[in-house]
């Protein structure tokens, strides 16, 4: 991973790269903080590889739990194109677990804790009930587990 680092210094100049515990990209500081992994390099070179992708596609925001789905989705997308560039096979059954831990994420957030319907979101903090009309609010953080919080509906 250390000559893909050095690489990736070299080519993207605008994106800092910070040693770290995790892989994250900070669009405040536009930079990627990574870790070396011993317990499987070739993740590590992948989740390195996809942090990079987002800073390259300038992710910095997204404005419901849906928005930040389809970002995950276009940096893996191109960390595959990135991976090419830097002969780095990317597994997809890998791509596919971590998109499967934001799917399940917006599966939990997104269900109505009255009647289990599940919805979309009203605003980025909240979700209504198509089917029971239940308002829940939900975190902020897309790290933290899903709590969701229903509103009192005053008739």
């Known amino acids: ?5 050095e690489q990736l210094r070299a080519d993207y100049p605008q ?3 910070v040693y770290g515990d995790a892989f994250y990209w900070s669009p405040q500081d536009k930079s990627v903080t990574y870790c ?3 317990n499987d390099p070739a993740v590590a070179t992948w989740s390195l590889l996809h942090e990079v992708s987002h800073g390259i596609l300038d992710h910095t925001s997204y404005k419901s739990d849906f928005e930040l789905m389809e970002l995950e989705v276009a940096a893996w997308h191109h960390a595959l194109n990135l991976g090419k560039k830097y ?28 009647c289990s319907m599940v919805s979309v979101q009203k605003d980025p903090k909240s979700y209504e009930c198509f089917n ?3 308002v829940w609010h939900v975190s902020n953080s897309r790290f933290c587990r899903p709590y969701r919080l229903k509103k009192t509906v005053i008739a």
């Open 132 to 134: 029971c009309r239940c």
């Open 15 to 17: 994106i800092a790269f």
């Open 1 to 5: 991973m250390k000559k893909l680092l």
């Open 36 to 38: 070396e992994s011993s």
């Open 87 to 114: 002969h780095v096979r990317i597994d997809q059954e890998h791509i596919q677990d971590c998109l499967d831990t934001y799917r399940d994420w917006l599966h939990r957030r997104s269900t109505c804790p009255t």
